[in-house]
């Protein structure tokens, strides 16, 4: 009797400590967490997080390995990064957002908000400067016409609404400028147009 009691005992003690082990090796075996860094939120407050953790928190990320003093003596504003049809809006400063990867960066101002749909140009605004002049026409015009490169978004190109980028938004966005014609139109560009389909040609660019 007595031998079986050690013997339960001794299995117990083995299976207990194989718990411990699978536990901690659990533990230490996800280390996929990404770059840590300072992430300032509010006026007063300070994490060291990882970038998304700390967005989720809607706090500023400073990048990795920077330091919580820094907080509150950056300026931040909405950094908008395209890689092909993904755009993503982080809230951080001019020098870190544009070493960040993506096939269009473009910091969107010092008083912009990621939360305020920072990174949504509006319609005609098709060089994502924040207005929509004589600029965006000449681009729209390269872009078409010359092989230069695409709109940050291309919905916001379709001026007139037709379903195509073309001539007609052209003559439509100097209208709508310089002979009070209507104003750009952009369905691409609206929420509650779910059936609408912008149409996209390929250019020959040589």
């Given at each position: 009797?007595?031998?079986?009691?050690?013997?339960?005992?001794?299995?117990?003690?083995?299976?207990?400590?194989?718990?411990?082990?699978?536990?901690?090796?659990?533990?230490?075996?996800?280390?996929?967490?990404?770059?840590?860094?300072?992430?300032?939120?509010?006026?007063?407050?300070?994490l060291y997080l990882e970038e998304d953790e700390c967005?989720?928190?809607?706090?500023?990320?400073?990048?990795?390995?920077?330091?919580?003093?820094?907080?509150?003596?950056?300026?931040?504003?909405?950094?908008?990064?395209?890689?092909?049809?993904?755009?993503?809006?982080?809230?951080?400063?001019?020098?870190?957002?544009?070493?960040?990867?993506?096939?269009?960066?473009?910091?969107?101002?010092?008083?912009?908000?990621?939360?305020?749909?920072?990174?949504?140009?509006?319609?005609?605004?098709?060089?994502?400067?924040g207005h929509v002049n004589i600029l965006d026409v000449?681009?729209?015009?390269?872009?078409?016409?010359?092989?230069?490169?695409?709109?940050?978004?291309?919905?916001?190109?379709?001026?007139?609404?037709?379903?195509?980028?073309?001539?007609?938004?052209?003559?439509?966005?100097?209208?709508?400028?310089?002979?009070?014609?209507?104003?750009?139109?952009?369905?691409?560009?609206?929420?509650?147009?779910?059936?609408?389909?912008?149409?996209?040609?390929?250019?020959?660019?040589?």
């Open positions: 009797m007595q031998m079986k009691n050690h013997n339960s005992v001794l299995i117990t003690s083995v299976l207990l400590v194989g718990l411990l082990l699978i536990s901690t090796t659990a533990l230490y075996a996800d280390d996929t967490r990404g770059p840590i860094g300072a992430c300032c939120i509010g006026q007063d407050q300070c967005l989720m928190l809607e706090g500023f990320w400073l990048g990795e390995d920077s330091n919580c003093d820094d907080c509150g003596t950056e300026d931040y504003g909405a950094c908008c990064i395209k890689s092909y049809s993904n755009i993503t809006c982080l809230m951080t400063t001019p020098e870190i957002c544009y070493t960040q990867l993506g096939k269009w960066i473009v910091f969107n101002g010092y008083d912009t908000d990621c939360q305020e749909g920072g990174c949504i140009p509006d319609c005609g605004d098709v060089d994502f400067s000449i681009f729209l015009l390269d872009y078409r016409y010359k092989c230069s490169i695409a709109p940050f978004m291309a919905e916001t190109a379709d001026v007139d609404g037709s379903g195509y980028i073309n001539i007609l938004d052209v003559i439509y966005l100097i209208v709508s400028l310089y002979r009070d014609g209507p104003d750009p139109i952009c369905p691409g560009l609206q929420p509650t147009r779910g059936d609408y389909q912008l149409i996209t040609t390929t250019r020959d660019c040589k």
